[in-house]
Each structure stands twice: as C-alpha cells, then as structure tokens.
C-alpha cells in the first residue's frame, strides 16, 4: 500500500519553504498530496484558483504531487483519500507549539493519522506567508520568496 501524505495549509502564497517541504516529503512518501484549506478565521490575499494554478505548474510531470482544495476537517479529508500522514514544516519553537496542538486534535479525530513534522531547511526558515503578504501590499519584490511569478 502506498504511503500517502497530506501536507494541508492556507497557501497564501505557496513559498519556497513549502516547496522544499514537499520535495523532501516525496523521499519519505510514495504521494504528496497538497490541500489548500478554505481557512475560516482567515480572509485570502491570493485567490484560491491561483495559488493551485501555480503550485500544478510548479510540479508538471511530478506525478506523486498532486494539488486540492478542500473544506472540510483535515481528518476526515486524510479518510478520504487513504492518507495515513499529515506533512507540516516547523520553522522554529513557535510553529512547534501550533502544530503539536493542531496534531492532538487530528489524531483524536482520526487515531490512524500520524502527523510528520519536517524542519524547515536553514535558508527557508524566516519565509512567512504573513511576511510575504504584506511586503507584497506595499509593492515590495517578493521574487526571492516564491518559487514561481505573481
């Protein structure tokens, strides 16, 4: 059986960060699976549509990469597309408290689940889609954060 993993988020942009999570994650997973989520406390910056547009041409002819969206619990998602693994990526002790509290809560809705936490590589590790959001409002070059054009 295929060892499937979900590596769920708001993508809002999709990062070089992310990126690297999930070319490291196709060494640990037979298939990454990226779910874009629809986020209830948070209002998108970028559209929906485009950050899955730009994540698929990022990974043409990648074929264990698949791009989603989805809206619903992230448990019940990994159900239904017989994923037993949750991808995240820890850039410091802050995402680790966050994570860790978001994977007690998954693993209590779907005792199968396993969450695998990645560090984020050294030279990733101080991207923030947050960061990148707001230079971008302002007009600044994100180029160096993003691995494809807005």
Sequence with gaps: ??????????????????????????????HVIIAIGHNTSKRRYFKIEEMVDKINQLF???????VITYDELTAELAVKYS????????????DFEYENSIAQVNKTLNSDLETVFLIT??????????????????????????PYAI
């Excluded at 993508?11 to 994650?25: A, K, L, M, Q, S």
Aim: aromatic residues 10%.
């Design 121 to 146: 590589s050294p030279e990733f590790a101080s991207i923030s889609s947050s960061v990148i959001r707001e230079v971008h409002r302002y007009g600044g070059d994100v180029s160096a954060f993003l």
């Design 1 to 30: 059986m295929d060892k499937v993993a979900i590596f769920p988020g708001s993508f809002d942009p999709f990062t070089r960060g992310h990126e690297d999570i999930v070319r490291r994650g196709t060494a640990i997973f037979d």
């Design 83 to 94: 994923a037993a693994y949750l991808l995240r990526g820890l850039r410091n002790t802050t």
């Design 60 to 66: 043409v002819g990648e074929e264990q990469i698949t």
